[in-house]
């Protein structure tokens, strides 16, 4: 696994999230009343559609979980807000009390340990892939 790897591996989060919110919007409109009057009501679809949130909710308590893997405090706190909260660096450096630069570099710091922790463990994280230690 490279840094990149996990680079993408975190960046996963939000596109998660959004899958989310597309599927909620999608099961509130299958329970809008005017669907159901054209196109027939289907509890199917709609617990389908919970079926796949669940299982997109549990994709990112996997992701969660992976960066609770980091020791450092600092690296763990910035790599949550960039990668969870999609905080800009700016905003991370004003919540965390520091430099923009010192934030950039918990972050790659962050990813680095996280790849290496990844590798030494012999983790996969495809999204989907549970991430913890042995």
């Known amino acids: 696994?490279?840094?990149e790897d996990t680079r993408n591996y975190l960046n996963n989060y939000k596109a998660l999230l959004d899958?989310?919110?597309y599927l909620?919007?999608?099961a509130d409109g299958l329970?809008?009343?005017?669907?159901?009057?054209?196109?027939?009501?289907s509890t199917?679809?709609?617990n389908d559609i919970m079926d796949d949130i669940g299982e997109l909710v549990r994709k990112m308590e996997e992701i969660e979980d992976f960066i609770e893997l980091l020791d450092n405090p600092s690296e763990l706190l910035a790599i949550r807000y960039r990668y969870i909260d999609g905080m800009k660096l700016e905003d991370i450096a004003e919540n965390m009390s520091y430099s923009v630069r010192s934030v950039a570099y918990f972050l790659s710091k962050g990813v680095k340990h996280l790849t290496?922790?990844?590798?030494?463990?012999g983790l996969s994280l495809?999204?989907?892939?549970?991430?913890r230690r042995k």
Do not use: H, L, W
Request: aromatic fraction near 6%.
């Open 44 to 46: 199917r679809n709609i």
């Open 31 to 41: 329970k809008s009343p005017s669907f159901q009057a054209i196109r027939g009501y």
């Open 1 to 3: 696994m490279t840094i």
């Open 126 to 131: 495809p999204c989907g892939t549970r991430a």
């Open 24 to 26: 909620e919007a999608k």
């Open 116 to 121: 290496d922790i990844a590798n030494a463990e």
């Open 19 to 21: 899958k989310i919110e």
